[in-house]
């Protein structure tokens, strides 16, 4: 190397490319050189596969027999800080590192040029015929300089055919140009003023300011409607004031049109976007423009994390308890940890902003490693909603039925009021179970050991695990009884059928992510709601995600016990965000709103919790609890899945571990199964985990690769790890 980070050709290159090797290849640089981190194609086996430049060669390979490089692409080489983040992460999740590298490397098509278009420019010629038309395309083009315009542009602005257009091409008036269709985006202007922010939001927006510029996690707590976001965009002005770029996170980003014209408000401009509602070439455009710094601010879904920045200096994880924000297939990561890794290795500020944070952040910031700042009041004049539980011991309710009469007549006074009712339930589909009432046969899924869900809307039964759907039986799989097939409990289609019943007046929407061909129609109809279309919502989880509906003043929970049943040890805390968030939605304007909880257990601690206003003395108890059984986020966990197409074989490995684990008590680290998963079949494959549990000093990564190393699966059977796991499932 000439030049530190430079390979002159010949040279002997590390390149690692996403395919399943594991470790980086060694070529040849190519005829011209190339950079550390530079984004290549190289030979593997009778393929072409895309690679990145991972430092020099290792040798103890022949080098007359080192294959080259074929090419270098047009773009800018990975940077060190990026390099050195997927290895860490790699490290920490214990992924094999091409894995993660695909995760880098989601840009299709990067060694193309970009895509083109035609545009139209003066020629040098004058055309041998003029006419009044061919005279005003020349003026429109004389008036607006040499960049050209597009066929249809052209034609448009000069009040003609393109036939007239062509024609001028053809005297040599005019000449068509390829040029690429890449444009650039527009500039975000910091300088703007943005909402004069109350007293409160104006001391949080300065301390993210002065924080500004550095590595630092901020946890920005406030309750729903205080102005988070308004403070956080202070921040990304702050970030764009210096000339660096900003990333904001966002759970359902595919569903918030609402944050992008915030951000067009207040910067004058919108930023670009990365999800999975985003075409290729959109996509191509942007990590390009990511890499070249000439994209300012993007606002994305977790993947975004690993767009190639030129210069991060912002990272905002707006609703950072999100579980969406845990990827719970391929690659086994929580984006809000790994932003926090991706920060610390470029000088950048992390804001977690919340309503409801995870405990895990909660005590970050109690432990003082993370700032904390509240916002403890909505924004004007909004007030939070009153909340209250009913009793459903002491309701009169007939069976099939799940709105007592306490709820019914709430409802009923919002309606004819002209306000909207929101009724909660987290159950898509129309009954979770069917039941044979002959021999008491549970529908279950051919492929997973779940019970399949009656989709009535579909007019099928849909497996929640897999997606497996088949038509509703007429006769019993089991005892062939024709007939007595039943619905058992309520999915939000067989609320909504309750609604209508009950209120046949009311003007009806139900919000349920299946409901909807595309992501598109979904955020429309959320637009409509909040408009006054409808007078009761009923809503799954989606509602309860950032939407905002004016005149929403009750929530109404149909059963606030569902998610305390669980033996999840985070039942509590997601129970108690969850209904927090919903809650959250009502009385985001003027009127007042109320959350009435119908429940079977109102004194359980949970509901209680939820009810009272001293949030703090509820994290302290979580987290006193989740202390005394050195669970996390005051110990650690690491879970193992084995999964395959045979059950024994996997038990025979999972019992393998569990009794060879001297690698674990070397640090303090206890093993508990194999057991069948709580959901033992998936897809066919049958599931055994295991979950090791440490203290939360010990070195656990490093001891879970001693224990699991020359490890032997049988035949098709795949292990995974799964740090720090969400769900156990
Ligand atoms: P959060 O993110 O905490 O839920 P938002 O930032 O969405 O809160 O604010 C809630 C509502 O209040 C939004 O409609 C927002 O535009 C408005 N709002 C918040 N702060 C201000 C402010 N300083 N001036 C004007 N409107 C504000
Ligand atoms: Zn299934």
Redesign the pocket.
């Known amino acids: 190397m000439s030049e530190p980070g430079w390979f002159e050709e010949g040279a002997r290159v590390a390149v690692l490319t996403a395919e399943p090797i594991g470790r980086p290849l060694d070529y040849r640089a190519p005829e011209g050189g190339c950079y550390n981190g530079a984004f290549v194609e190289v030979p593997l086996g009778p393929r072409k596969v895309l690679g990145v430049v991972w430092g020099p060669g290792e040798g103890g390979f022949d080098a007359a027999k080192l294959r080259a490089v074929n090419r270098v692409f047009d773009v800018p080489p990975m940077r060190d800080e990026l390099r050195v983040f997927l290895e860490r992460m790699a490290e920490y999740t214990m992924t094999p590192l091409p894995q993660v590298l695909r995760l880098a490397t989601r840009a299709p098509g990067l060694g193309d040029p970009p895509g083109m278009r035609t545009i139209y420019r003066l020629g040098d010629r004058e055309p041998s015929r003029m006419t009044d038309a061919r005279a005003r395309v020349l003026e429109v083009l004389e008036e607006h300089g040499g960049a050209g315009f597009y066929l249809s542009e052209l034609a448009h602005l000069a009040g003609v055919t393109t036939q007239v257009v062509k024609g001028l091409v053809k005297t040599g008036a005019l000449i068509e140009a390829e040029v690429p269709r890449d444009q650039p985006f527009p500039r975000l202007d910091p300088a703007r003023p943005?909402?004069?922010?109350?007293e409160a939001?104006t001391a949080a927006a300065e301390a993210l300011r002065a924080g500004s510029g550095a590595y630092s996690t901020t946890l920005l707590k406030?309750?729903?409607?205080?102005?988070?976001?308004?403070?956080?965009?202070e921040a990304v002005a702050e970030c764009l004031r210096k000339e660096r770029q900003a990333l904001v996170l966002l759970p359902e980003i595919a569903l918030s049109s609402e944050f992008l014209s915030?951000v067009e408000a207040r910067f004058g401009a919108r930023p670009g976007e990365w999800h999975s509602g985003v075409t290729q070439s959109e996509r191509r455009r942007l990590w390009k423009a990511c890499g070249a710094g000439e994209v300012q601010l993007v606002v994305g879904a977790r993947s975004a994390l690993f767009l190639p920045f030129r210069d991060l200096g912002l990272i905002v994880v707006?609703e950072e308890h999100d579980s969406s924000y845990k990827q719970e297939e391929g690659v086994l990561y929580n984006a809000r940890d790994m932003a926090v890794l991706r920060a610390s290795g470029c000088s950048a500020q992390v804001v977690l902003?919340s309503?409801t944070p995870s405990l895990e952040t909660w005590a970050n910031a109690e432990a003082g490693k993370y700032q904390r700042l509240d916002?403890r009041a909505?924004?004007?004049t909004?007030e939070l909603p009153e909340m209250g539980t009913i009793d459903m011991r002491d309701e009169a309710i007939e069976s099939a039925h799940w709105i007592g009469p306490t709820l019914v007549k709430e409802v009923l006074a919002r309606v004819a009021e002209g306000q909207q009712a929101m009724l909660f339930l987290n159950r898509r589909g129309y009954a979770p179970v069917t039941i044979c009432r002959a021999c008491g046969h549970q529908i279950g899924c051919d492929h997973c050991d779940a019970r399949m869900v009656e989709h009535r809307f579909l007019k099928r039964l849909v497996c929640h695990q897999c997606g497996e759907t088949k038509p509703i039986p007429v006769k019993c799989p089991s005892c062939e009884v024709e007939g007595k097939l039943a619905p058992v409990g309520p999915g939000v289609e067989r609320l909504a059928e309750e609604v209508a019943e009950r209120f046949p007046e009311a003007r009806l929407a139900v919000l349920s992510s299946d409901l909807f061909g595309s992501a598109r129609a979904l955020k429309e109809k959320i637009a409509e709601i909040a408009q006054g279309e409808a007078d009761i919502i009923i809503g799954t989880q989606i509602v309860a995600k950032?939407h905002?509906f004016p005149r929403l003043t009750l929530v109404g929970v149909i059963d606030a016990d569902l998610g305390l049943q669980g033996s999840d040890l985070r039942a509590a805390e997601k129970t108690f965000q969850l209904m927090r968030q919903v809650a959250?939605r009502a009385g985001?304007a003027e009127e007042k709103g109320a959350a009435l909880l119908q429940t079977y257990q109102p004194e359980h601690p949970v509901i209680r919790a939820i009810l009272g206003g001293d949030e703090e003395a509820f994290w302290a108890q979580e987290a006193a609890a989740r202390q005394a059984q050195g669970v996390p986020p005051y110990g650690r966990m690491a879970g193992i899945i084995l999964s395959g197409p045979d059950l024994q074989p996997l038990f025979e490995v999972g019992n393998h571990l569990a009794r060879n684990d001297a690698a674990l008590r070397r640090i303090g680290a206890q093993v508990f199964g194999p057991a069948p998963a709580p959901i033992a079949r998936v897809r066919g494959r049958h599931r055994v985990r295991l979950l090791v549990k440490a203290e939360k000093s010990a070195p656990l990564q490093g001891a879970l690769k001693a224990w699991l190393k020359g490890l032997k699966l049988p035949t098709n059977a795949r292990l995974a790890v799964d740090i720090d796991p969400q769900s156990f499932l």
Do not use: I
């Open positions: 943005g909402k004069a922010l109350s939001q406030g309750v729903t409607g205080s102005g988070k976001t308004e403070v956080y965009l915030r707006d902003a309503a916002l909505r924004f004007g909004a950032g905002n959250g985001r």
